[in-house]
Each structure stands twice: as C-alpha cells, then as structure tokens.
C-alpha cells in the first residue's frame, strides 16, 4: 500500500514525525510536506511563483508551498506510483469544529480527496507541545492500528474524508474510538493589538481563550471524555435544509 504522508507544521515537526513512524507499519510512506509552517493557510494554491521540491531522503520532498501544493505535486509530479491514502498531520493542535475550515491539516486531506484518493487528517488535541511531548510519541502506538483499521475498511466512505482528533492522554487513559459531529468552536480577545518598534498600531491574530460547544456526540465532547475522535467531512457546503425553505423566496403571493 502507498501512503503519502504530509502535514501544514512543515517536514521538521515531530508530529510529522509520528506519523511516519506509525504509516511505515503499514505500507510504504512517502512523504511530501511543506518546508515551514504552514498552520492555517486552508485549501490555499500558490499560484504566483513557481513550487521547488528539494529532496531530503528516499521518498522524502519538501517544498515551498501550502499543505494543498505538497499533495497536489505529490499525486500529479513527483510520486511514482498514486497514493491508495493521503495521511496529513499529525497535527500539532486540534482540528475540531469550525477549525476545519481553517486547518491546513485539514485541507491537505480535503486535496487528496479532491483527487480521489482516500485521505486521513490526523491531530493531537493537546496543547503546550512541550508539556505533551510524552503523549504525543505514545500516539504512534495508538495510531497505528487505528490506520491499519481504516485502510482496509471493506469500503472507505466516498466523498468523505476522515477527520481524526487524538486526546492528550497517555496510551493507557484512552478510552476508545468514536465516531463524532463537528462540535462548535468560540474564540474570545483573540485579536491582540500591540505596538510595532516604531509605535504604529499593529493587531496579532492569536492567544485569547477558546472554548467549545456542541452534542454529546461531538468531536470535542469525545476528546473531552478521553475518547479518539473520528468525524467524517464531505466537501459539499450545501445547506440542504435551507434548499427547501428557499423554494418559497421567488414565489409570488
Ligand atoms: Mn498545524
């Protein structure tokens, strides 16, 4: 089985790192990632200078592009052979409820997809990195088998990518696997205003606190209770109920 394995942290991260060491148990890994951060940059393309994949290894590219760029040039350049599954992350940091829309995680999956390809994002929903780096290692363990579960599903869910959130708790705490909704997701002061060196008004997109809503069932409610979060996404943003109610909005009376 060919993985192409990728991630928006960029290739030196060690969630990256993680994930190619649980991939590698089930198939072979190539890995294609972005050569910086590249956290919150969503489905974006470059398409005003050219991409250059520097190699860094057997079956190992960085480029100077987006999440979306990396599995774009993957698929269509640089890989031999299709990917059977695109696998991004893993994540450092949630990708729940509405962070979907912003995740570069997220969006390398939504690209594989794009492309036909059965993909996988994967997060760790801890936070301080540093304070969680022992959680994180030990979500090799707890990944592994979970990939192998999900690729050789009889049928992988078409037009569906699988959105998968891992607690920050240690192997033996997690409780299971649930498959969850998209929760809700409320940021509170997280724009900062600051000074720049020079005393001009500058704003900082960041910090401030978050908190979450959502069902019993939902992605954030499993992690909460220590549960691994499985939430399948389709990219089509239609609002099929307010399809029917709008039927009424060019009736005459
Ligand atoms: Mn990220």
Redesign the pocket.
């Known amino acids: 089985m060919q993985i192409l394995c990728t991630?928006?942290?960029g290739i030196l991260?060690h969630?990256l790192e993680c994930l190619i060491r649980a991939a590698e148990q089930i198939g072979d890994v190539t890995v294609v990632a972005p050569d910086r951060?590249?956290?919150?940059t969503s489905h974006s393309l470059t398409l005003h200078h050219p991409l250059r994949p520097v190699r860094r290894g057997e079956r190992r590219f960085q480029v100077d592009g987006t999440p979306t760029d990396c599995v774009m040039l993957a698929v269509e350049a640089l890989m031999s052979e299709r990917p059977d599954f695109v696998v991004s992350g893993i994540?450092?940091?949630p990708?729940m409820g509405e962070d979907v829309l912003y995740?570069?995680?997220v969006a390398a999956a939504m690209e594989g997809l794009a492309l036909g390809i059965p993909s996988i994002a994967i997060?760790f929903a801890g936070g301080d990195l540093r304070a969680d780096i022992a959680k994180l290692n030990e979500q090799i363990d707890v990944l592994a088998p979970l990939l192998r579960h999900l690729t050789s599903l009889d049928r992988f869910p078409r037009e569906t990518l699988l959105n998968v959130n891992l607690p920050p708790r240690r192997r033996e705490e997690i409780k299971g696997v649930k498959l969850t909704r998209l929760g809700r997701r409320v940021y509170s002061n997280s724009i900062q205003p600051m000074r720049d060196p020079w005393g001009r008004h500058i704003y900082w997109i960041g910090g401030g606190a978050i908190s979450w809503h959502g069902s019993t069932d939902s992605d954030f409610q499993a992690i909460q209770d220590g549960f691994i979060s499985v939430t399948p996404l389709h990219l089509d943003l239609t609002h099929r109920d307010v399809l029917d109610t709008a039927e009424t909005w060019w009736r005459t009376p």
């Not at 951060?37 to 919150?40: F, K, N, T, V």
Request: hydrophobic share 10%; charged share 20%.
């Open positions: 991630n928006d942290d991260a969630g951060e590249q956290s919150a994540n450092h940091g990708n995740s570069g995680t997060s």
